[in-house]
């Protein structure tokens, strides 16, 4: 029932949102409005609800026990505003690098071109649909679905199993592919986790998250996750084999971003087991396996 409550608190927020970013498409200084205010509307919904009787958690002690009770949390630890801004920041950083790199490695081998200037304010606009679309994941697959998960199976089984459902999300998307929902859970569905596992905030995925989608729409001019919001500060151009480019599900259906997506995957799990912070796989006591 906690994780039924939190899902469609944020759903709602995520899905009223939307409406409101479609009804004033035309107009992106009202889109770059509401798409920052359904991402701090979701932030506050989440930090609600996740209040209302859910387990406080801390990363595992050296154990590997997880520390829960069921006292009112002031604010939720993944959501702490001390060094928020700074995490976001990293992320930020890390997801336009990320996609940049992909970009310049496709445009070596000729998959992308620039075709000229694209708009400053579809670009403005892009940053409220971004950031809308970027937090409310988020919130939705590493704050609520992965962290639930986490807690009864473990960081693995969790990161695998709310890494595909995030892929499978995808396919939703006016111009989705298997191949790009696949590439989709494992370049960012177990990255963006990983990045949480490392971390335990969600600041930082939701830079990264942002950051990357940004770049490959706003400033790259490129289509992201298939739902055709190409338009940028450049208009890109991208030709060539599906596994290069991406095809019309765009640069994230490229072998380049699966493979620095599985480098940062596995860069952020190092980091997670460093600092102690990895959930071990949960097994069910032998007398319950024996009944």
């Known amino acids: 029932m906690r994780l039924l409550m939190q899902l469609v608190a944020v759903a709602a927020v995520a899905f009223l949102g939307s409406l409101g970013v ?4 035309g107009n992106q200084l009202l889109v770059l409005i509401l798409g920052v205010a359904t991402a701090a509307l979701a ?5 609600r609800v996740a209040r209302r009787g859910t387990a406080e958690e801390t990363p595992p002690d050296a154990t590997g026990g997880m520390v829960r009770g069921w006292a009112r949390r002031e604010l939720p630890p993944e959501l702490a505003a001390k060094g ?5 920041g990293r992320g930020l950083l890390i997801g336009t690098g990320m996609f940049a790199a992909v970009i310049l490695n496709i445009a070596f ?20 649909f971004m950031a809308a679309a970027a937090v409310t994941e988020e919130l939705l697959f590493r704050g609520i679905l992965f962290r639930f ?27 989705a592919t298997l191949w790009g929902a696949l590439a989709i859970a494992i370049e960012a569905g177990g990255m963006l986790a990983a990045a949480y596992a ?6 930082l995925p939701m830079g990264l998250h942002f950051g990357w989608n940004f770049a490959a729409a706003g400033i790259f001019g490129t289509e992201v996750s298939g739902g055709g919001t190409a338009q940028g500060l450049l208009n890109g151009v991208t030709s060539g084999p599906t596994l290069l480019t991406g095809g019309e599900f765009g640069p ?5 971003a699966v493979v620095f997506g599985l480098v940062l ?12 912070n990895l959930i071990p796989l949960r097994r069910r006591p032998a007398a319950t396996l024996a009944s």
């Open 198 to 203: 490392a971390t335990r905030t969600l600041w």
């Open 252 to 256: 994230e259906g490229s072998a380049y």
């Open 149 to 175: 998960v986490e807690q009864r199976t473990g960081t693995y089984p969790a990161l695998v199993l709310t890494g595909l459902l995030f892929g499978l999300s995808h396919l939703f998307n006016p111009h």
């Open 22 to 25: 479609q009804a004033v498409q």
């Open 109 to 128: 081998l000729g998959g992308y071109r620039i075709d000229g200037l694209g708009s400053l304010t579809a670009a403005a606009g892009l940053v409220g």
């Open 265 to 276: 995957t596995v860069v952020f799990l190092w980091l997670a087991r460093r600092r102690g």
């Open 43 to 47: 932030v506050f919904v989440y930090a």
């Open 84 to 88: 928020a801004t700074r995490a976001f």
